[in-house]
């Protein structure tokens, strides 16, 4: 079993709302990612959390906050979005990030979300 | 600087011929290599990887096969079905220094395959 799951499927928020986004694996992965895909691109890192810790930031703007409250869950906390933020959030797990050669990244079905 | 290229945007292909796909990368430090095929508004599926002790491997349909010294690798589909229409990533890592974890992925190559 591969499945990675992600909740919303789609959301729509305005530049001043506060929402979050979630992810949950079950495949005892100790590495989860968070990245951002634009239409026609690849997809864009943003965060890795490795073993229960942030491991790496792509300096991504402080209105997204990443939080990993257990090895099975991770979080994206959304506030005061601009309009470029619409995307689609892709969340990945991987068996543990910690440089592994054949460490495989399998990803979720993404958010879909559209900023007003 | 893109580290990772998929220089054919897209590619057409007759059902029951081979689709190759190709992908060229300049960071000597990659050892380990991922195609991931991608549908509309859905997250890219892991369809084959290959690391750098290894210059081929194999599937079911979908060969992978690497070539160090040119820092070149191809997905080789046969033969192709109409359900491997889909955009296909070719993504690379490197499993020292600081930049484990992250994954540097072409700009993709959109697949046809027609009936």
């Known amino acids: 079993d591969t499945e990675v799951t992600q909740t919303p499927k789609h959301l729509v928020m305005g530049m001043t709302n506060k929402k979050s986004l979630k992810c949950e694996q079950h495949?005892?992965?100790?590495?989860m990612y968070w990245y951002k895909q634009k239409a026609k691109k690849p997809p864009e890192l943003m965060f890795v959390?490795?073993?229960?810790?942030?491991?790496i930031n792509e300096s991504v703007p402080s209105r997204f906050s990443p939080e990993c409250p257990n090895s099975s869950l991770l979080n994206l906390h959304l506030h005061a979005l601009q309009p470029e933020d619409s995307a689609l959030y892709l969340c990945?797990?991987?068996?543990?990030?910690?440089?592994?050669?054949?460490?495989?990244?399998?990803f979720g079905p993404g958010t879909r979300l559209t900023v007003l | 600087d893109q580290q990772v290229k998929q220089n054919s945007p897209s590619l057409s292909v007759q059902e029951g011929r081979i689709s190759i796909l190709n992908c060229d990368y300049t960071?000597?430090?990659?050892?380990?290599f991922l195609w991931y095929k991608k549908y509309p508004a859905e997250g890219p599926t892991f369809l084959i990887s290959?690391?750098?002790?290894?210059d081929k491997n194999e599937d079911g349909r979908f060969t992978v096969f690497l070539n160090k010294s040119a820092k070149h690798l191809s997905l080789h589909i046969v033969p192709s079905q109409p359900g491997d229409s889909a955009v296909y990533f070719c993504?690379?890592?490197?499993?020292?220094?600081?930049?484990?974890?992250?994954?540097?992925f072409g700009q993709g190559t959109i697949l046809t395959v027609h009936p």
């Open positions: 990945a797990s991987s068996q543990d990030g910690a440089g592994s050669t054949t460490d495989t990244q399998y």
């Open positions: 495949m005892g992965h100790r590495a």
């Open positions: 959390y490795s073993y229960e810790k942030l491991s």
């Open positions: 960071n000597s430090m990659f050892d380990y």
């Open positions: 290959i690391s750098s002790i290894k």
């Open positions: 993504a690379a890592s490197a499993s020292g220094g600081t930049s484990y974890g992250k994954l540097t």
